[in-house]
Nanobody
Framework: QLVESGGGLVQAGGSLRLSCSAS????????MGWFRQAPGQEREFVAS????????YYLYSVKGRFTVSRDNAKNTVYLQMNSLKPEDTAVYYC?????????????????WGQGTLVTVSS
């Protein structure tokens, strides 16, 4: 089970750090991903990190502002979001797949959290 936390309301230019904690199993061998879904829009890939943090990959519009990281000892993945913009407003989901490589498609992931809402005001 994946559980996201850390969402909330922030002003444009602000920062939030999302966490995704896994229970009932380990994610140490899994590629992890972050996705987001804004109202009326499709779920969108945001970032991915391989099992050993050897590789990361980002949506172009968040590159340089967001950083994905992980702590396998804590069974947790993070998404540090800086310089937030109103267009970053969405429900953010973490996902896991047993894979050694970066995955960007939502249908490639096997496990999903329930999501956490991020609202960025202008």
């Amino acid at each position: 089970q994946l559980v996201e936390s850390g969402g909330g309301l922030v002003q444009a230019g602000g920062s939030l750090r999302l966490s995704c904690s896994a229970s009932g199993g380990t994610i140490s061998s899994h590629t992890m991903g972050w996705f987001r879904q804004a109202p009326g829009q499709e779920r969108e890939f945001v970032a991915s990190i391989t099992w050993n943090a050897g590789s990361t990959y980002y949506l172009y519009s968040v590159k340089g502002r967001f950083t994905v990281s992980r702590d396998n000892a804590k069974n947790t993945v993070y998404l540090q979001m800086n310089s937030l913009k109103p267009e970053d407003t969405a429900v953010y989901y973490c996902a896991a797949v047993l894979s050694a490589s970066i995955q960007t498609g939502f249908n490639q992931y096997d496990y999903w959290g329930q999501g956490t809402l991020v609202t960025v005001s202008s």
